[in-house]
């Protein structure tokens, strides 16, 4: 047995540089991004792929408080045969095992706690190979993005939370000398003692996307504040989760806690265990990405919690005028591609004023725009390899049907084509459809549109797309915004705008870096600030919820 302080001696030195990356910003990462041999070695890959196929056809080993019966719900993007059974949780017995392990992991503190998460993703880095197995082939992701998102990248928010709820729990000492003076008699002298004791049980809702990306910080800002955690896996992405849970229990049971302290509450479609849970007296946290509706029924009726959602919204690109037109085609058409766009920070509207812009390559109207992209689409995706390691795959028939629905409309510049796959025959790719819009068309660009699908909307000049962007985003909400222009006036006019909408904003984006990417311990990713999420990953409001402190005194 190896006890929470001597893991947290094992981990001081990545804990503190954690912290201080947390708090200046800069680049920083614990994980490497490469899947190369020369990182995880030589037979990591072989490795973590055969741990997955092992899991094929089986019923998973996870043990879970009060099981009945098991449930299969993954199908495989990609056309794998998955068939992996979990054992199907009483959520009553997951809540009693939780509290029941709530006292001791109290007692461990944080920075027990925070060594025992340390090491916990530690390990689930040591996995990385299997996990972007589990990840690629739930989610549809192409193996490389399983890989980085699913693994190191997840990995890195997972310890930007840790960090960040470390810092917020040991900013009161835990004791303290008190002394006040007293004119002509001795001081009045106490010693007082801060605890620092979690809100509840906490639940964390997955998604079908990025389910370890999205989950990861409230389930390790959770464990750190000294609450004990249910994970409830999307049906379609059970897997990379399970996992997850496994390794956690594996170490807190190493660690003399109670395993139970994290439990996985698998389902069949319909089963209704997030609300059961989400509305259960003793669940006081909630962490949720998904869709509004569901999102916002939680905000509504999960009274007795702290909600953190992350949900949908209308994500915004405003071209002015560029002097990398080239360039600005090339990044925006990535960023429409990537993931086939099933991604949260995914750009969905397009905002140029139809009378055109000014670029180094010259004037260009909306329509030549529009044209532009959709060329900048073809050359990105002509190869049908390369399409489908940017693309992935279609993640469920919803997003299908979205795609289809925004190929029948009137206006289509750039139509929706099927990518076929030589190493994955079975696999449901499709290349991005782009519709034209006019700024009168709110009813088609004001609902989201999750998938590759976007628009490009003509205005009446750059002040009405940045109106518009304002307008929309405080409406339905936004996770990104984007703004092209060679004017620091319309520059300072989008910032002015963003803040206005409560939205993070990215300029003139022509290189390597996406506005639908987010970097742990510099960038936030949501805001709290617009009706797209209640949370930002990772600021103190996502850990102060978590817990509180008591004190005790007594006199010397």
């Not at 009446?460 to 109106?467: A, M």
Request: glycine share 8%; net charge negative; with cysteine.
């Amino acid at each position: 047995m190896t006890s929470p302080a001597e893991f947290y001696e094992t981990h001081a030195e990545l804990l503190d540089q954690a912290v201080r990356a947390a708090a200046v910003r800069d680049y920083w990462s614990a994980f490497p991004e490469s899947p190369s041999k020369s990182v995880y070695g030589e037979t990591a890959a072989g490795e973590g792929e055969r741990a997955f196929r092992a899991v094929l056809g089986q019923t998973f080993p996870i043990e879970v408080p009060g099981a009945s019966g098991t449930v299969s719900t993954e199908r495989s993007p990609w056309g794998l045969e998955l068939g992996i059974s979990y054992p199907k949780a009483d959520p009553l017995a997951l809540v009693a095992a939780a509290r029941a392990a709530t006292p001791a992991w109290r007692a461990v503190g944080p920075e027990g706690r925070a060594g025992v998460a340390a090491e916990i993703i530690k390990r689930i880095n040591a996995r990385s190979f299997e996990m972007a197995h589990a990840v690629q082939h739930t989610t549809g992701q192409a193996f490389v993005m399983a890989f980085q998102a699913g693994g190191p990248h997840a990995q890195d928010r997972a310890l930007e939370a840790v960090a960040c709820a470390l810092a917020a729990t040991t900013r009161i000492p835990v004791t303290t000398a008190w002394n006040k003076p007293q004119r002509g008699g001795d001081p009045l002298s106490m010693t007082k003692t801060s605890t620092v004791v979690g809100r509840g049980v906490a639940l964390v809702i997955g998604c079908t996307t990025f389910p370890t990306w999205n989950s990861y910080p409230g389930l390790f800002a959770s464990l750190v504040t000294g609450n004990p955690v249910i994970v409830k896996p999307h049906p379609g992405a059970v897997l990379p989760l399970a996992l997850t849970v496994q390794i956690c229990r594996e170490v807190l049971q190493e660690a003399g806690q109670s395993p139970d302290l994290v439990t996985l509450a698998a389902e069949e479609p319909g089963d209704g265990i997030a609300a059961t849970l989400a509305t259960h007296p003793d669940v006081r946290i909630v962490d949720f990405t998904g869709s509004s509706e569901f999102g916002n029924w939680l905000e509504a009726n999960a009274r007795q919690a702290v909600v953190y959602t992350e949900k949908a919204g209308l994500n915004t690109v405003v071209v002015d005028s560029t002097d990398d037109y080239k360039g600005l085609l090339r990044n925006l058409s990535f960023s429409l591609s990537l993931y086939s766009g099933q991604m949260c920070t995914t750009p969905q509207n397009i905002l140029v004023p139809s009378s055109g812009i000014e670029t180094d390559a010259g004037h260009r109207s909306a329509d030549e725009f529009g044209a532009d992209l959709a060329a900048a689409l073809d050359k990105l995706l002509g190869d049908p390899a390369r399409a489908a390691g940017t693309l992935g795959a279609i993640v469920n028939d919803g997003v299908l049907s979205r795609v289809t629905e925004a190929g029948h409309a009137n206006s289509v510049i750039r139509p929706t084509a099927e990518v076929a796959d030589e190493q994955n025959p079975g696999a449901t790719i499709r290349t991005p459809v782009v519709v034209r819009l006019d700024a009168a068309d709110e009813k088609a660009y004001t609902r989201e549109w999750f998938g590759p699908v976007s628009f490009v909307i003509g205005t009446e000049s750059t002040g009405h797309s940045l109106r518009i962007l304002v307008e929309t985003v405080r409406a339905h909400g936004a996770l990104t915004a984007l703004v092209h222009s060679t004017s620091p006036e319309v520059l300072a006019a989008a910032r002015e705008a963003a803040l206005d909408a409560g939205v993070h904003l990215a300029e003139n984006l022509t290189g390597g870096v996406f506005v639908n990417q987010t970097a742990a311990f510099s960038d936030l990713h949501g805001s709290s600030a617009n009706p797209a999420a209640t949370a930002s990953l990772s600021d103190d409001h996502f850990v102060t919820g978590r817990f509180f402190t008591l004190q005790s005194r007594h006199h010397v």
